[in-house]
C-alpha cells in the first residue's frame, strides 16, 4: 500500500524495498516504469518502491522559460507525484547520507526539525541515486547578493515578477539612475537557460511596454554575457550564429567571450571593461551536481559525478545505480574514446527506462542491458515563433524550429492530463491579449496581515501594539 504521507518514514523492509533518491527526471522516470513493472508484487507487498524528494512534485525544465514569459500557467510546469505515482510511497525530505555496505540511507524529512526525533534512517535492498543538479557558482563578488537562479519554478515566476516590478519602478521614479538601472536586464551563461530565459522574458517585457505611457520598448537594455565564443552549443555552431544574429536584431546586447567580474553594488562588472548598473542579474552558466554524492563514498570523476558501467550501475558498488545529471554514463554510441553522455533531458528520460528495466532484471536474476543512444539533436526556442534546431542532422530556424520546439516538448511533458492543459493554454495565449500582471506579493504573503496587525514585515513580533 503507497504511503500518503509526507513525512513519515517506511517500515520494516518488505521482500524488496528500492530507495529512488531524486524526483526528477530520471527519478520520476524510473519509479513510474518500475510502478508498472512491479504492479503485481507493489499490491501484494512483495516489493516497496520509496521516493525520497525535497519537492512534492517533478518541473519539466523545458517549460520554465514559457512559465517566466506568462504563456504557460506555473502550475502545468510541474508534474504532481502523488498523481503520477500512486503505488510508490512519496517521502518529502532529503538524504543526506548513503551508506552502500549497509545499504541504509540517512534522510531528513520536513518533519525532522519539528518533532525533534532527527533524522530517519531507511534501510533498501537497490538504490537509484538520482538528485540532480544545482547551479555552478563561482566567487563572483555580489553574486549571492544580487543574482538570480533559474532552476525551479519559484525562480521563474520570481523573476516574471520582479521584470515587471522593473518597469513599474522605471515608470515612478524621477531619478534617471534608478530608471536605467531598472530597465537594464544582464543575463549570464549562453547555454539553454540563459538564452531561452532572456529571449521569452525580453518578449514579454516589450509587449508590456505598450502598457506604460512612459516606457517604450527600446527604453529596455537587455544584456547577455557569454564565457566562450558562442552561444547554444548544442544545435551547432551555424545554429549558434544565426541566434547571436537574431538575438542582436532584437537590440538583445550579446557578448561573447566576456565574463562577470562583478555584481558589488548593483552593478555589473564585465571582463572587457563595460560597467552597468543594474537591479536584475540572472546567474544560468552551468550547473554542477548535487551536494549528496560527496556524502555518499562512491567514486567519483573529476567533475563530482558518480561513475557509473554503461548498465547504469555505479563502479564498484552492488545495488547502487545512477543516471541523469548525477552519473557519468560512458557514451557507447560515440565514437571518441572516454566519451560520457551529456547531463540533458533527452539522456535522463532515456537511462531512467534502462535503468529500471536494470532492475527488475537484476532482482529476477536476469542479465542487463548496457545504456545506448545516439544523440537526436537539440531544439531551442528564441521566444514567440522564433527559434533554432538541429535535429538528425537538419538545421531548422524561424517559425518551424520554434514549431518544432512546442511539439518535441508537448510529446514530452509527462501525463495526457498536463498535455492538454499546456496544449488549451497555447491555443488560448493565440487567441487572447498576454497577461502583463505582477503578483510579486506571493512571495510575502503575510506581509499585509503583519501590517494590520501592527508589526513589522519579516520582524518577530516586537512591534505588535
Known sequence: ?????????PGPPPGVRILVVGGGYVGMYTALRLQRKLKQRLRSGEAEIVVVTPDPYMTYQPFLPEAAAGSISPRHVVVPLRRVLPGCTILIGEARRIDPVKRIATV??????EDGTGAVEIPYDEIVIAPGSVSRTLPVPGLADHGFGFKTVEEAIGLRNHVIEQMDIASATRDPAIRDAALTFVFVGGGYAGVEALAELEDMARYTARYYHNIKAEDLKWILVEATGRILPEVGESMGTYAVRELRGRNIDVRLETRLESCEDRVAVLSD?????????VWTAGVKPAPLLAATGLP????????CTARLTVEGAEHTWAAGDAAAVPDLASDEPGRETAPNAQHAVRQAKVLAENIV????????????????????????????????????KGYPAWLMHRVYHLSRVPTFNRKARVLAEWTLAGLFKREIVSLGSLEHPRAEFELAAGRRPGGDGDDCQ
Open 300 to 307: 567519483l570523476n573529476e567533475r563530482g559525478r558518480l561513475v
Open 361 to 396: 532484471a537484476s532482482v529476477n536474476g536476469e542479465p542487463l542491458t548496457e545504456y545506448r543512444h545516439s544523440y537526436a539533436g537539440s531544439v531551442a526556442s528564441l521566444g514567440l515563433h522564433k527559434g533554432v534546431a538541429h535535429v538528425y542532422g537538419r538545421r531548422l
Open 273 to 281: 571593461g563595460s560597467r552597468f548598473p543594474t537591479r536584475t542579474l
Open 108 to 113: 531528513t524529512t520536513l518533519a525532522t526539525g
Open 1 to 9: 500500500m503507497a504511503s500518503d504521507s509526507g513525512g513519515t518514514p
